[in-house]
């Protein structure tokens, strides 16, 4: 296989040899840009401590901020979505059973209906 | 083969190196407007270069908690695939270096990877602070993500339906305005797809109301608060230029015309009317999607973010989509 060929969906194209190849000239480019710039700082002082507002920093397991708060803006807003849909996530197995008879059923009699 | 990519190189540096000034230029147009209409003054218009050029020489702390080598990583990653974007849009009138490398689909997940660098840079500041930020840019790139799928996909059909080939690649878009495709209910469905995709740009560079990772008055600079030095300079740079693609982005799409087309131009003059007209364009895209409703509105919450984009800019699109679609229809019977 040629990898260096397009990949045609037949809708559009991509390249991916040609985005790999300019986003490593780029890459290049911003780091030299970045080298330039001043590297120093003053080790061992209170600039390296996170900034928490002229706080103390507590312990680093206090401060840490839990995976499951990733989508606390997503599930909030969508708030009245998930208090149907979390219910309904019974964890028995014949419950999802029923579901996927139901809405294989209702599909088939929409699919009928429209054709 | 050779001569080829050597040209596709010499292009990339040299869009690189446009697309910077302009962001620079962009930013410095964004202060001033911003300061005027806030009955301030504001600084020159080489303020942002004399920023960064500050910013060079001040101290990079890496903080104590950090993962260093991906904290100072991340900068130079988005930056870099921000440029990265610019070679395959249309700028100053010009066709994109890399024209026939890819299409919108390809253009919409490349616009993810300045944010997903920055979400790696605030989770390897080992910053609270930092952290909250970043997971807050993660839902919001969630949020924005399907109003602009709307947007292009309906853009897309359109070309599609009309006989099209290839209606994902902005060279199609570029050669066949949306506009004159569609009758008056398709032009209201389209400018409504315009407006969107307005919307969209502020949340896509974290501009106000859609600040929300940074959110100086609470999380004092969320993903960007343990960054300081160079790597604040990259990042505020990346900012510039994102914003450039996404105004390139918008007139690609919505506004695909080049002025020595429309006014009898010498052949010499024709590439600087064009780019001259292009970057009247962008200031104007620029100035209502990003000065107008920074100065107009205030912040929104994580969860509103989510709601404004999900629920109601998303059922927005849909409806543009659906009166494109009926315009089609119509138009067939």
Not at chain 2, 160 to 167: A, C, E, Y
Request: glycine letters at 8%; a neutral charge.
């Amino acid at each position: 296989m040629d990898m260096s060929a397009p990949l045609l969906t037949g809708y559009g194209i991509w390249v991916p040899v040609a985005w790999l190849a300019a986003s490593v000239v780029a890459g290049i480019v911003i780091y030299l840009l970045w080298k330039t710039g001043e590297s120093s700082y003053k080790k061992g002082t209170e600039l390296e401590r996170p900034y928490l507002s002229g706080n103390m920093e507590p312990e680093k397991g206090a401060v840490h901020v839990r995976a499951s708060n990733l989508y606390w803006g997503f599930l909030q807003a969508l708030k009245g979505y998930y208090d149907v849909l979390v219910p309904v996530h019974t964890g028995v197995l014949t419950d999802y059973m029923i579901w996927f008879v139901a809405v294989t059923a209702a599909i088939l009699v929409f699919v009928g209906v429209l054709s | 083969m050779l001569t080829d990519i050597i040209l596709t190189v010499a292009g990339a540096v040299l869009v690189g190196i446009f697309g910077i000034i302009v962001a620079f230029f962009l930013m410095g147009i964004d202060r001033i407007v911003t300061a005027r209409m806030q009955a301030r003054i504001g600084p020159p218009l080489i303020q942002p270069l004399t920023d960064m050029r500050k910013l060079f020489t001040k101290e990079n702390v890496v903080p104590a908690n950090a993962i260093p080598w991906l904290f100072n990583m991340a900068p130079v990653v988005a930056l870099a695939s921000a440029i990265t974007i610019l070679l395959y849009i249309p700028v100053g009138g010009f066709p994109p270096v890399l024209s026939g490398g890819g299409d919108l689909i390809l253009v919409m997940y490349l616009l993810t990877l300045p944010a997903l660098a920055l979400v790696a840079g605030g989770f390897s500041s080992g910053s609270p602070y930092a952290t909250v930020g970043a997971q807050r840019e993660m839902v919001t790139m969630i949020a924005y993500e399907f109003p602009l799928a709307v947007v292009i996909i309906a853009i897309a059909w359109k070309l599609t339906v009309s006989g099209i080939p290839l209606p994902f690649m902005l060279a199609s878009v570029q050669a066949n305005p949306v506009w004159g495709l569609v009758g008056p209910l398709g032009i209201i469905g389209i400018l409504i797809l315009f407006f969107v995709l307005l919307i969209v740009t502020p949340a896509e560079l974290s501009r106000i109301p859609f600040d929300t990772p940074e959110a100086e008055t609470e999380l004092a600079g969320g993903v960007l608060v343990e960054y300081s030095g160079k790597n604040l300079a990259l990042f505020t740079l990346t900012q510039g230029v994102k914003t450039v693609v996404m105004a390139s982005l918008v007139v690609a799409l919505f506004i695909p015309y080049r002025l020595s087309a429309i006014l009898p131009t010498p052949a010499i003059l024709q590439p600087v009317l064009d780019l001259l007209f292009y970057l009247v364009l962008v200031v104007l895209v620029s100035f209502i999607a990003v000065s107008l409703i920074r100065v107009s509105m205030a912040r929104f919450r994580i969860n509103q973010v989510v709601s404004a984009y999900w629920m109601y800019l998303s059922l927005v699109g849909i409806a543009g989509m659906l009166l494109i679609m009926a315009d089609h229809i119509l138009g067939v019977v």
